[in-house]
């Protein structure tokens, strides 16, 4: 399992930046390999948000992104927000009593 971090600040109209990603989101849930995500808001700073996906592999992660799916529901989103995503591995999970 990997997991991509993509940060999204917002400079444009957060209507359609939110849109956007609804739309992205729909297409993403439907491709090989996705398994979950969390769109999260910084409380410090409003305009900012992480993205957080877990995907089967890197690969599957690679399809979709490549996809000319993607490339259609992308589209835009450069001129409402600066991205800057990353696929992760994970090393070590730490998991709180609260967690069980």
């Known amino acids: 399992m990997v997991t991509l971090v993509n940060k999204l600040t917002v400079t444009g109209d957060t209507g359609e930046?939110?849109?956007?990603?609804?739309?992205?989101?729909?297409?993403?849930?439907?491709?090989?390999?996705?398994?979950?995500s969390e769109l999260l808001r910084s409380v410090r700073n409003p305009q900012i948000y992480l993205e957080v996906a877990r995907w089967e592999t890197a690969g599957a992660h690679r399809a979709a992104v490549t996809s000319d799916g993607f490339r259609e529901r992308v589209a835009g989103l450069g001129a409402l927000a600066t991205v800057d995503p990353d696929v992760y591995e994970i090393l070590h999970e730490n998991v709180g009593t609260a967690g069980r």
């Open 17 to 36: 930046f939110t849109r956007i990603l609804e739309k992205l989101t729909e297409f993403m849930r439907a491709q090989p390999g996705y398994l979950s």
